[in-house]
């Protein structure tokens, strides 16, 4: 796919966005080799995209088998496509195809839509922007709290089509709620979530790739705008995937706004899995967090990069970031740059990175009071893992996520 080609763009109500999208990939160009971002993977297996992939209908009972229990609602996507005959939310809640959301919220997403445009410098969220199939618009009204999680169900059902999922949440004044989003199938995909949260407002995410086919390649984009007293969570739990990429981007706006980030991911054979982080302070006692963990076997591959970007206005900035590897084959492969970029004078902030193996001392501990040697290697991995899996607020993922990471 050379410059400069013009794709065969959806003709909605977003026609002229996705053209500014494409424009900007243009300018951007494919990820190369020698990009940080993108030195780790492996770009020549890659193909991308020159059209949208075509809609397919699905039936509840279709999807019956993916949908998590004691959930408040859902929000389903099939090949890149919103289906709203399979989507369901509580009170309080509006969910609208992305183009019919631009009849009632055209300025709210325009002015979005501008800001993400000017400030992004990935060119698999440009393409998203681009290709996506239908959108997806969620709207919390302020004050409205939803106890239970909303499923986010991606479904992906084909090998040949490249995919494009795209779902534009807004959270109203001290709005809260949670989404736990699960990624089913096979094929390439690139997924994005775009959050604006308005004062007070929280959000948490909780996403899991461990239903997805091996040959599938899977790229995760988190976009993200905090305002004053306003708090974002996310975790991600990665296995399964050919290749997953997850770059996650927040702006801390107003003061007192906080977010972290997080994720597991664990790998058998060649799987491989890349995470991109950048957090920008840009007020005042604002907080964030990054925690992230990798375990790898076999030929597999992993790389961090996280960036903690201070501005000066940003006084009393609390910014901490953590990588922990645990490295499980003499084959395997991690890099690892947690980094700092600091403008202020005021500032709590620290950023580390680890790699270790399983501790022979501890699995002769083990072994001495009858314990075999995988049974002991198997504790040790779960203890490795559990800080992380047991923060999941939802009971039906967690029990999943810890009885896989038992095998």
């Known amino acids: 796919m050379g410059h400069g080609l013009i794709p065969n763009l959806t003709q909605d109500a977003l026609s002229s966005q996705r053209q500014r999208f494409w424009n900007r990939f243009n300018e951007l160009g494919l990820p190369k080799p020698k990009q940080e971002a993108f030195q780790y993977l492996p770009l020549r297996t890659l193909s991308y995209p020159t059209e949208q992939a075509a809609e397919k209908k699905h039936t509840l009972k279709e999807i019956e088998a993916h949908l998590l229990p004691d959930c408040s609602g859902r929000i389903v996507f099939v090949d890149g496509f919103f289906d709203p005959d399979l989507s369901a939310l509580p009170e309080g809640c509006q969910l609208l195809p992305l183009d019919a959301a631009m009849k009632s919220y055209g300025l709210v997403l325009q002015n979005r839509f501008a800001r993400t445009l000017k400030e992004e410098t990935d060119p698999f969220a440009c393409l998203n922007g681009a290709f996506h199939g239908r959108g997806a618009f969620l709207y919390i009204q302020p004050g409205v709290e939803i106890d239970t999680p909303i499923q986010v169900l991606s479904l992906f059902t084909s090998e040949q089509d490249w995919m494009a999922e795209r779902l534009q949440i807004f959270l109203g004044k001290a709005a809260k709620a949670s989404l736990i989003q699960t990624f089913v199938g096979k094929g390439t995909a690139v997924d994005l979530i775009d959050i604006s949260l308005d004062a007070g407002a929280h959000l948490s995410i909780t996403d899991s790739t461990h239903q997805i086919d091996p040959s599938a390649m899977l790229f995760r984009n988190i976009r993200a705008a905090l305002k004053r007293d306003s708090f974002l969570s996310t975790f991600s739990y ?105 403008f202020a004078d005021d500032v709590k902030a620290s950023h580390g990175a680890t790699f270790s193996q399983l501790n022979e001392e501890e699995i002769f501990y083990f072994r001495a009071r009858g314990i075999s040697k995988k049974d002991a290697k198997t504790i040790l991995f779960e203890g490795f893992c559990r800080e992380l899996v047991d923060g999941i607020e939802e009971g039906t993922l967690k029990d999943a996520l810890k009885v896989r990471l038992a095998r």
């Open 238 to 342: 990665s296995e399964g995937a050919k290749v997953l990429r997850k770059s996650l981007q927040a702006t801390l706006l107003e003061e007192n706004s906080e977010v972290h980030f997080k994720g597991l991911d664990n790998l058998y054979g060649a799987q491989q899995a890349h995470t991109h982080i950048l957090v920008e302070h840009k007020a005042p006692h604002c907080i964030s967090r990054q925690h992230f963990k990798k375990a790898l076997r076999e030929e597999s591959r992993s790389s961090f990069e996280g960036k903690i970007y201070v501005h000066p206005e940003a006084q009393k900035t609390a910014a901490y970031q953590l990588n922990q590897n645990l490295i499980l084959s003499d084959a395997a492969t991690a890099n690892s740059k947690p980094n700092l970029e600091i």
